[in-house]
């Protein structure tokens, strides 16, 4: 494997030594292009309580590229769809090589906080938080406490 | 139908005769020849159909951009390159970009310096001989960095890598400044001074061409296969363009096979809708069909509609399969879908089955059509053949025969446009405009019908009748166009 650029290296640490808060990185042990990644979920918000794997990689025309970042915890979101992907901008066309990791984890944060029905990824959870959200709230409680809460 | 047996090779092979006007009897286009003797109807074809366009290579495009780039690089006393951004993102219009220039809202900022970069998020020392880029997170000295005339900084190394990938994904004039949010575009200039590698500068330059001629009103690339042509029309309008080097024939607003009456946007709905039912509307493409009255399998070799059984010589239409004296008519009802009118109150099954049948009655239609066009192609063949055997016989000459291929492709082009006049019928409202359009649709295809039978038997048809066939159908054709295109 190429070498580091000094950018992953110099973000790793910085990841590590001002972690931000509710949002844990760690580089794999045998490749530092790939993060294990918890996120809390926030507070006042239906994955209050949980915490949600990711996996985070950096492919290898990072930071021209963005980061490739998924879901593993199932969640009932309406920009999130089964296999974890995520619909967010700056993961696509709006993705500019002077953003990190550290703003992609705290956009995907903020994205938990606030859900985007009108703009959605999994259609059918989207079509029910906007024609009934409290419903679709109570689904995400549950699916918070069955599948973010054990371990 | 079959042609006529050659006795010789050498009558045979179109290369190998040497007549030289010969190769100019065949080279007909269905557009191109108007029957002289009706300058009427040329006029009003011209005026309906045709805009003026020139054929342009990519050095005539090339000369033409340029042109305006220069007048405008002057006018605004800027680079070139960034004039030809600002001609890019105003769709090459220089009045729009002089408005802008006279209200201050054209993003000129040129000579970016030091002073103006902006220092958010920038670590740098006291005497700024160094500056940290944001994107590599290296620490170098200024002389290293670049920015466009929005002043956000960052090292040359990273700008290229930017590029870079940005052209291996296809992107080109869109490639913008990599700050956050910062939508500013980098002008040609910018990024070639930034590029090294010739297969990225080259792919680039080619893509920025292709974005600029996409972005100009009056210029269209040739859909034909490996053209290089560019089409310059001075109006953007839905009319009829032909490539003069691979004689395509295209609509010039949308870049699709020329489509009158139906206009673009109806065009690409039907086309669409046409490829999602394909499996649907598959059983109905069926060459042969058994005879109404003593049911014989009848196979469908020329384009003609008008049918003659060859056992027991009943005269039917091939669409409808009614009695071809029914035809013809005032009564002629055969393109005519007619709803039911009490549709609204049956069943949703029912209704679906209804919205089926209707589509199936339009693109049966439309299908059929099309394949009579390619069937008249080769009836055209066949009739060549014969006539090249009757000059080399010395029974006439080619100028007496040249009314046939006359004929021909004013059949093609009446039953072009009919073609298109079944999606515009499909889409459009229940109503008195629906039946005088059904109504002239009925009669230009009763037309087309005779004329496409009196063509089949060409060698025994009076001269006199085909040509009066060709003037009733051209002028049907166009009372149509007359009455129902919008371009
Ligand atoms: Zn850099
Ligand atoms: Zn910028
Ligand atoms: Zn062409
Ligand atoms: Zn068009
Ligand atoms: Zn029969
Ligand atoms: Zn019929």
Redesign the interface.
Known sequence: MAAL???II??TQRLMQEPVPGISAVPDETNARYFHVIVTGPEDSPFEGGLFKLELFLPE?Y???APKVRFITKIYHPNIDRLGRICLDILKD?W????QIR?VLLSIQALLSAPNPDDPLANDVAELWKINESEAIRNAKEWTRRYAMDN | MSGMECNSDMECSDSDCGDANYEDYYSNQIWDSVPDNDIDSNQQLRELEITAFDCLRVEDVERLLNENVELLSSNLKITPSLAKLFLYENKWSLQDILMKYKDDTLKITTDVTMNSLKFTDISCNDHLTELNC?????LLSLEKFNALNCGHF?CKD?WC??FE??IAQGISTGISC?????TNLAPEDFVLSNVTKPALRERYQLFVFRDYVKSHPQLRFCPGPNCQVIIRSKELKAKRVICSICKTEFCFRCGMDYHAPTDCNTIKKWLTKCADDSETANYISAHTKDCPKCHICIEKNGGCNHMQCYNCKHEFCWMCLGDWKTHGSEYYECSRYKENPNIAHESVHAQAREALKKYLHYYERWENHSKSLKLEEQTLEEIKLRIHKKVMDASGTWIDWQHLFEAASLLARCRYTLQYTYPYAYYMESGSRKELFEYQQAQLEAEIENLSWKIERAETTDRGDLENQMDIAEKRRITLLKDFLNV
């Open positions: 650029p000094r950018r110099k973000e025309d930071p021209m590229s709006k500019s090589p002077a953003l703003t | 944001l994107v590599c997170f290296s960052f990273c890598i930017h990938t940005q990599m700050a956050k949010d910062c």
